[in-house]
């Protein structure tokens, strides 16, 4: 079974400085997709970035970019220029492709706070 | 657009009472699905829906039960409430492909069962 693993249980940024969120994952599969949501204090979960395993370039939205290393199993995202809006609970999440379901599977999720 | 909307937004529960969450979406998504979101725990799937009609279990499906009738709605049920089940829910829904397609989520369902 596929597994999400986020290490870093809170992080801390000064505002416009650059902060890095990491998330590993643990599959046997060649094809899957990856994600990053954000979650706000206002408890929406908005998708902050999508990532396919067979492309090699990663993924980038405005400030946030990811480091997609499929070979380490790593899915780090790197957020620029952080704002205080930028502060909530960021989850990663994985998604096979194979099957008809597109469940996902999430990490545990990483609190960052955003200091002015 | 309403998106996927959940009723309601909090809940008090005495355990042993049963009670009903409701997942609404307008955006014709075939997938839908139920998480649970407890502290350091991220979110779990509980059931999910492929279409009208059908369910599957999730992750965490014990304690559980849900129906789609319609195409737009994904019910989830608590028959008879334990503290354990004190938690944010969360619906959301997606298309079936492309495969790349998020889900899209409701703004959740505070839960507490005293």
């Known amino acids: 079974a596929q597994t999400v693993t986020q290490s870093q249980p809170e992080m801390s940024v000064q505002e416009a400085e650059t902060v890095t969120l990491s998330c590993t994952y643990d599959?046997?599969?060649?094809?899957?997709?990856l994600f990053w949501y954000k979650q706000p204090p206002s408890r929406q979960m908005i998708l902050v970035i999508r990532?396919?395993?067979?492309?090699?370039q990663n993924a980038t939205e405005n400030r946030f970019s990811v480091n997609f290393q499929k070979a380490a199993k790593s899915f780090s995202l790197k957020i620029s220029d952080s704002q205080l809006g930028d502060a909530a609970m960021y989850f990663c999440a994985y998604r096979s492709a194979a099957g008809a379901t597109n469940k996902l599977i999430f990490g545990t999720g990483t609190l960052l706070a955003v200091q002015p | 657009n309403a998106g996927v909307t959940q009723t309601p937004k909090f809940r008090v529960l005495k355990t042993g009472q049963s009670m009903t969450l409701l997942c609404a979406q307008d955006m014709n998504h075939e997938y839908m699905y139920w998480y649970r979101q407890d502290p350091g725990m991220g979110l779990r799937l509980i059931h999910y829906?492929?279409?009208?009609?059908?369910?599957a279990k999730g992750e965490v499906p014990d304690g559980y039960n849900v129906s789609r009738l319609k195409k737009q709605n994904f019910l989830l049920g608590l028959e008879s409430a334990a503290p354990s089940q004190t938690s944010v829910y969360f619906c959301?829904?997606?298309?079936?492909?492309?495969?790349?397609?998020?889900?899209?989520f409701g703004d959740g369902t505070r839960l507490s069962i005293l």
């Open positions: 959301a829904s997606s298309y079936s492909k492309p495969k790349d397609q998020p889900q899209h």
């Open positions: 599959t046997s599969e060649s094809d899957y997709y």
């Open positions: 990532q396919e395993a067979y492309k090699q």
């Open positions: 829906s492929v279409g009208e009609g059908t369910t």
